[in-house]
């Protein structure tokens, strides 16, 4: 997607840029869950996931996985809760004002995981 740049500066600056869509940045954030372990994917996750068109995450989802030789293994994903957890609040709270409660992020991320993608 082109999208135009906009800045609050006086120069003028009449530049356009492309841009992941949300749906884009959903696919990327799962895909990074299932490859490695940072909080902030997690986060970022259960942050968009209601404001992202699902049926274009799916459709974009299994193409990325297979690309880039990623299984959307949930039962992995479970088994590193306690990672993701140990990190939350050390690695939010320099992005995230009051971060939300880990464990209910967590559980709302596989529920939805399971229930739409696995």
Excluded: C
């Excluded at 135009?4 to 356009?16: G, N, W």
């Excluded at 949300?22 to 970022?44: G, H, N, P």
């Excluded at 989802?61 to 990672?83: A, C, H, P, T, Y």
């Amino acid at each position: 997607m082109i999208r135009e740049i906009i800045h609050p500066y006086s120069d003028d600056l009449a530049a356009k840029v492309r841009v992941y869509t949300l749906e884009e940045i959903m696919v990327e954030k799962i895909r990074s869950l299932f490859q490695r372990t940072r909080s902030r994917d997690l986060y970022d996750v259960w942050y968009l996931w209601n404001n992202i068109n699902l049926i274009k995450v799916s459709q974009i989802l299994s193409e990325e996985f297979r690309i880039k030789n990623v299984k959307l293994d949930i039962k992995d994903l479970k088994e590193r809760k306690n990672d993701f957890g140990n990190a939350w609040e050390s690695s939010l709270n320099h992005q995230v004002k009051n971060p939300p409660n880990f464990a209910d992020v967590f559980s709302f991320v596989l529920r939805k995981m399971k229930t739409s993608l696995g």
